[in-house]
């Protein structure tokens, strides 16, 4: 099938073929002509399935068919809602790249990044306004968008919306907007929030799911290493520094958590930056774009970029930290493996997360397959053998991991410019074989 078979215009193909785009995905097939047609649709699709085209380009070519290009100053009639702003500001380049042949305006509005050129912005006018909830409701209490017009309405990763806790800003905005409209519904797993929220908001909803529910894609490698905690900074250096692996995503818990392993890791000698909540808005852009340029091997990033980060043909992620939401494993790992490609996700794992990979697996209703030389004693992951709460690591006391004399760097240190992002030395791997 073509993308022209699908009932596209001329205008929005010329743009899909510049992007490269021959042949439309699974879930493109099955939702731009549900959306061309008007229909509310639940859509169940994870990350890196073209599921951004698949709303995109039908929201475009309706938008354009019924606006009077004679007007100046038009009401926004197409809304997209993203749980972050990476994602938000990957989905705005999309509209633009797909909409470069149509005379529709867009703006994107996120935190972090000045008010008042949004708020010019908006009060000129726009076509379709690709948002964070926060930040609209922001605009919207001040005046400066109404959206009594809107038509068509998106909410991309609306699981990951109620996870972060939007549900009370998404329940004001959809006050302020009209009943008769069409509403998407993008969701990576169709749990029973998602389903309560779909009942509220849709109407007659035609369902779409193009993978089973819970299921990390076929072309993604799992590896689960079973260490203790304070030997996961060793092991993730010299995985990184014998296999000379030069793009790599780390996923931790918390934002202190990434600062402090990115800092590590270039004491290490390997290049990396971090991304959390925390750093402004140009900070994370030029984190960002470091790593997709390849100024730096490791982006540790807390799990605001499990959604929208968009890297082609990424080939590894690591769980330094495995998340506390079975879920968000889904959304982490399915950062690579990415439209056909291959990837490989590592998860670290010690005996204090085991209650969370025991969810998790019954979340996913399989065992993640394990590494069988870890280069360290073999030690239980049974949630039975996992230390209570609060309760004194066995092996290293109360100690930080950092003061343990048995963890040392791998490789030289970050102080040595020419080394910046080699390979761990044979020094490195020898200490850990012998453990």
Known sequence: MSFKQLG???????AVAEQGYSIPTPVQQQTIPLMLSG???????????????SFALPLLQRLAEEVDFSQGSRPVRGLILTPTRELALQVFDSIKAYGKYIPLTAEVIVGGVSVGMQTRNLRRGCDIIVATPGRLLDHV??????????DILVLDEADRMLDMGFLPDIKRLMGLLPKRRQTVLFSATIANGIKTLAAALLNNPTEVSVARQNATADTITEQLYAI??????????????SNNWQQVLVFVRTKHGADRLQKQLMTDGIRATALHGDKTQGARNKALEAFKTGKVSVLVATDIAARGLDIEDLPHVVNFDLPQVPEDYVHRIGRTGRAGATGVAISLVCPDEARYLAELEKFLKRQIPRVADTGHEPISLNVVDAPKKNAPNKTTGNKDFRHNKKTQPVGKSSKSPDNLGKPAGRRGAARSSKR
Request: hydrophobic share 35%; net charge positive; proline share 0%.
């Open 8 to 14: 596209l215009t001329e205008a929005l193909l010329t």
């Open 39 to 53: 229909k509310d649709i639940l859509a169940g699709a994870q990350t890196g399935t073209g599921k951004t085209a």
């Open 228 to 241: 203790n905690k304070e030997y996961k900074r060793e092991v993730l250096s010299y995985l990184i520094g």
């Open 141 to 150: 209490q001040q005046r400066n968008v109404n959206l009594s017009k809107v």
